[in-house]
């Protein structure tokens, strides 16, 4: 099976690698997002797709716009079979999406038609959800609303973070999609139209989405820090500075004092906080210009007064 890659970030180059790794698919070439400065230094770093191009010695394009005509025409000489799609970050118009006789394939992170959009796995721990899994469609027009083929499901624990989820879904997806993919060559695939009326969306995740409101449960905010952990980072402001926060544990359901307020400070343990219905400890933290840390180990050079309340940047 002759087929295209394109893809941007880790969870695409799990799924690549698992294409480059399979017998009975041809790479045929690798597109992903053109190369970005990044970081403080704003230094050009390559994505995390095309650095394992590379590796494959696969050939790499970076379109500004993969839909230019003279790059869908470059496309359409290499006789493909199918475009697999993962994550890449440009929408797709009508002359790709038909460009092969498969179609596009997507590895979507959600159980469609559930959690459509940029940030599913992100949405799932936030939203305390406690199943998720991998859906793969063939693409049409719409944002994640194709004809589904394969699904697989997995749990979602109470400690799960983002950022173990985002792992434990790459690997599935990477393994979904090779199943896809030979049962599409087998004439074997199915196609599943999605309930749009059951669809639920997943926007993108935005760094002030990390912001912590303590006047919500306790159980929301521990589901928020899982949910951010390790990017982009919940946070809080502590004597006006940012204050991330990555790991907690529900205390209990019990209301002393206002949102915000620190109940305790246990040395060994970390800082006790009311939020708006139960308590929560801070067992992980980053300070202002610090590492990230143990809220033990910070308490240790570093005073945390019972009283004062998190969550006042001015």
């Not at 294409?19 to 050009?44: H, M, S, W, Y």
């Not at 993962?86 to 460009?99: D, F, I, N, P």
């Not at 196609?191 to 749009?196: E, F, L, S, W």
């Amino acid at each position: 099976m002759r087929v295209v890659f394109m893809g941007t970030p880790e969870f695409a180059a799990t799924c690549l690698k698992g294409l480059v790794n399979a017998d009975f698919v041809e790479v045929q070439g690798v597109i992903t997002q053109p190369d970005r400065a990044r970081g403080r230094g704003q230094k050009v770093g390559y994505t995390p797709v095309k650095e394992l191009a590379i590796e494959a010695n696969l050939p790499v394009f970076q379109p500004k716009n993969v839909n230019n005509p003279e790059f869908v025409q470059l496309l359409r000489e290499m006789n493909l079979d199918a475009i697999i799609v993962v994550a890449y970050g440009q929408l797709l118009k009508e002359e790709l999406l038909q460009l092969t006789p498969s179609g596009c394939i997507n590895v979507h992170g959600s159980l469609l038609p559930y959690y459509r959009g940029a940030g599913p796995i992100h949405r799932v721990i936030i939203n305390g959800e406690t199943k998720t899994g991998i859906t793969t469609m063939y693409m049409d027009k719409g944002w994640d609303t194709g004809d589904m083929i394969l699904k697989e499901e997995v749990e979602i624990n109470p400690q799960m973070t983002v950022g173990e989820l985002h792992d434990l879904l790459a690997e599935v997806g990477s393994k979904v999609l090779i199943q896809t993919l030979a049962q599409i060559e087998a004439g074997t695939a199915p196609r599943t139209p999605q309930n749009h009326e059951e669809a639920t969306y997943a926007s993108k995740i935005l760094k002030e989405d990390g912001e912590i409101d303590w006047g919500i449960k306790a159980s929301e905010i521990y589901n928020l820090i899982r949910g951010m952990n390790p990017w982009p980072g919940a946070y809080t402001w502590y004597q006006k500075n940012l204050f991330k926060v990555y790991q907690t544990e529900i205390a209990d359901r019990i209301n002393r004092g206002k949102p915000g307020e620190i109940i305790e400070v246990d040395s060994k343990k970390g800082v006790l906080v009311q939020t708006g219905e139960g308590r929560l400890w801070l067992l992980e933290i980053q300070p202002a210009n610090s590492k990230r840390m143990k809220t033990s180990a910070f308490l240790n050079g570093h005073e945390i007064k019972k009283g004062e309340v998190f969550g006042d940047a001015k």
